[in-house]
């Protein structure tokens, strides 16, 4: 196969993403041909369009500013793709606000696992009536986010503090913002799908809900297409130690006798 035009590939990168890095320099100095399937896997959520610019920016956004993964880089990226394709600064603030109701899940997760060894240790025995309370804020939370699921029963039933001030936490751009909700949507089904969190139970409600605010199949399979493309920051954060180890090495090896100049 014949050695890749690298200066090509260079360019093709910059017109798919808008931006280049010395990053990016030690992967095409090491392994051009992989470079080129990366563009070529990189432009299928590009070139699909069933999002819009910003909106594909702002899934990057969410998926890069995840607190399961936290790519300084990649943020910095999709924000300045984000503004220029037309977002708002309010806009990109409101994605980060809805990505940081990430950890949340803790509870998800945790509570119906306490409740389990309650109930297997003969502590609980079934959920009780809700109280006035519960009732409350359970009806709170559905005015603010739109919906009602199983997966905050537990939840509600053990913390009632810690599940209203999440709903307060957690409405903040539901009442103040400009998105729409299916974008909304979009924003935490990127981070539910991403590898590096992988929430099957939030991952299914949020394609449940965008689907009710009219989000197509080719858009949701268009925001895990941008989720799948962080495993190469394997490749943008290790080629370029390599590149000095290597660059180190072969400075070490050389023979006294022999003078650089």
Known sequence: MPEPDRQALKDEFVALRGTWGPEWDAVLELDPEYLRAFIAFAAVPARAQHLDAATRAL???AVDAA????HPAGVREHIRTALAAGATREQVMEVIECTSTLAIHAMNVGVPVLLEVLEEQGIRSGPPPLTARQDELKEAFVEARGYWN????????L???MFGAYTEFS???????SLSPK???FVYIAFDT???HLYRVGLKL???NALEYGATVAEILEIMEIASLIGMQSATLAAPILREESAALAVSRVPDNVHLS
């Open 67 to 70: 607190v399961t993964h936290l």
């Open 194 to 196: 991403s590898s590096t």
């Open 171 to 177: 409405s903040v751009p539901w009442r103040t913002g």
């Open 150 to 157: 199983p997966t905050w029963n537990e939840m509600l039933e």
């Open 159 to 161: 913390d009632p503090d």
């Open 206 to 208: 949020h394609i449940e």
């Open 59 to 61: 899934v990057a956004l």
């Open 183 to 185: 974008v909304r949507e």
